[in-house]
């Protein structure tokens, strides 16, 4: 049986929200040929880009919309010219994750309005662990620092100046059972 979902795509900077069905084996490419077909948009659909807000991350051209609960996919067919560092809006962030003995990496795509709060719920939702408080917590730490409480949580990746490509250090702690 062919697996298909529902997808809600936005295309930037058109400002067009739709919602596709699609099997979860098409590709990015074809995703692209749909849009400039059903909703008329021009472009070099190489050089559009297409941002998975539920995985945080830039999906390739030649990748699979994939089997991704309530996803929705942001997609731009202007990309920026060379920015200014002061126009940069999201920067790529490497996340180091203990879960007891378990490790994993994730690489994700964050705003810079984005607050550390978002990256420990973007922890929980990759590693499907309930973050509510009574079962688990995320713990982040910077340069080995501890960025816990709430007023450092609700910082922003520019007000903390992270810089592209960082690596931030996240342990998974069970509370209670």
Not at 113 to 141: I, P, R, W
Not at 143 to 158: A, L, T
Request: overall charge negative; glycine content about 4%; hydrophobic content about 35%.
């Amino acid at each position: 049986m062919i697996q298909q979902h529902k997808y809600k795509v936005i295309v930037k900077p058109q400002d067009v929200t739709l919602e596709l069905e699609m099997v979860v084996s098409t590709t990015i490419r074809e995703l692209y040929q749909v849009l400039q077909y059903q909703a008329n948009i021009q472009g070099v659909i190489d050089q559009w880009t297409c941002l998975s807000l539920q995985r945080k991350k830039y999906l390739n051209i030649d990748e699979e919309v994939g089997d991704v609960k309530n996803e929705t996919f942001e997609i731009n067919t202007q990309p920026q010219q060379s920015q200014s560092p002061q126009a940069i809006t999201t920067i790529n962030i490497k996340i180091a994750i203990k879960d007891g003995v378990i490790e994993r990496m994730l690489d994700i795509v964050l705003k810079t309005s984005d607050t550390l709060e978002d990256v420990a719920n973007a922890v929980s939702q990759y590693c499907v662990v309930e973050k509510n408080g009574k079962t688990t917590a995320v713990d982040l730490f910077i340069f080995g620092q501890p960025f816990n409480d709430k007023i450092k949580r609700g910082k922003s990746i520019s007000d903390l100046q992270l810089k592209d490509n960082l690596t931030i250090e996240a342990k998974i702690r069970w509370i209670g059972g």
